[in-house]
């Protein structure tokens, strides 16, 4: 009896030792994203309430999201949102990566410098660079609208743009690009054929990460935009003004479902190509 | 410099006759395998293999043929539709050589291309560039700080020192008759020491005078390093003809197949002798630490070095 007992006494000794689960950290991470996703769950219940309420929840239905599709302000508004998204981030894309090949490539004070202003604008409060561009956009003359929010949001998503993608330029091995001009390829070649494919997971991170932030951006598209059709974000904020209205729980858990899309497509698209990951970044790995 | 990353400061660069000093990486007939090696990780084997044809604009089944044969070369062809990233060291290192190999250049640079590989599979590797060489019949610049690899690899061999080329012959000239003190001390092991040639022998700091015969080119009393390789030194049959000295065995490093003893003649200079521990030789009784010895060496296997 003692004989059988006695490995069962070390593994608990074991256990109440090193190997002990740690359930105070787990309790406490759990209160943590309860709290986190309590409203997110919430405004994701609400839109399928059968009542105007956005406190009781009675009954079940889908008028709010039928609401919302014969609501052709707000689909406006998430038509423009979607567009200048898009556009923004490829524009971004295009000059980030541009940049971070050439901060960590150029060497001496040039680099350094450009480096350090490049981090300026995601310390700068975003009220002072929305205040900043509408005196701008005013002061030459612009018309605001469409045009005005893309540039604005694309000034502001580089920054993001390039400090993600710039490790990965850092970690690159050069001479993987070596290798393609020796191999007879073109600088443009070596580029195109070697070193962004190469960097192609961590453009495809920015790209997810800075499309979310200008889709949901409100301070920046709030004063470059102008009258109709305004960015989605904008137009909810001035329809809660008027009292709020449970479409926006609609808008909301869409807007919510396609962000889960999007991520998706992020982390699969790279293994299509038969490489893991492509939200490393976002995920801290 | 050879694959035109660099420009050389001064002279210029001939290949095959003509000058490429000037010309860019792509336009040159060089390839090379690079240290890292460098493989294109979001291609295939086959893909990257096929990478410098393309740019070549091979016509495809030209290409398809000779991947493949590049392939079957360094013996992947089993692996060709695998990504680099999947292979072990050692595959990774062929790839990078087919890589290479495939377009034919007029000279292959490899640069230190074995430096990753655990000593095992480098021996095995070194084999088989020597094979995978005569069977191309290409020209490999193989570059390495390797002094045994550079041995066991070469027809030519070049020690560079500072920038400068020190020695340049077959791997028996440079280990045998090593052009500078540099050379004799990079290139294996080698006993140093400093002298004065004075009438057909080298008068060392101790008073002793080695004889090293007559050298032409030599001023008297000019001040030269005397060089013996260890294992050209005997401790034991010593004949007439030898150049001899004596000193105390201060320590004895067993090595398997070696012995080295190292003697400390009576000026304080110690000398490095290896024995092979063959059957006879550890037979014999051996000298233990401490022990006055007398050691031998033939006058020609002495160098005077300037």
Redesign the interface.
Known sequence: MSATRRPAATARRRRRGVERKPLFAFACTAVFFFLLYLPIGAVALFSFNGQKSLVVMKGFSLRWYRAFFHDQQLLASLRMSLEVSTLATACALVIGVGLALGLVRSRGRVGSYAAFIMLVPLITPEIVTGVGSLTLFKGIGMTLGFGTVTLAEVTFSISYVTVILRSRVAAL?P??E?????????RW?ALR??TL??L?PAIISAGVLVFAMIFDDFVLAFFTTGVSPEPLAVNIYSQIRLGVQPTINAVGTLMLLGSLALIALAIVVPRL???TGGLEILTGD | MIGGFADPTEGSILLAGHDVTGLPPNKRDVNTVFQSYALFDHLSVADNIAFGLKRRRVEKQELRRRVAEALELVQLAHLATRKPRTLSGGQRQRVALARALVNRPAVLLLDEPLGALDLKLRRQMQIELKQIQREVGITFVFVTHDQDEALTMSDRLAVMNGGVIEHCGTPEDVYERPATRFVASFIGTSNLMPGVYRNGSVVLESGQAVPVGRRAGLAEGAEVSLSIRPEKIWLSELTPGMARATGVLRDTVYCGATTTYLVELAAGTTLAVLEQNTARSRMEDRWSNGQQVELGWLPEHSLVLG
Request: glycine residues 10%.
């Open positions: 091995n001479e993987t070596e290798a393609a001009l020796d191999l007879g390829a073109t070649q054929l070697v494919p190469a192609l190509f038969g490489r």
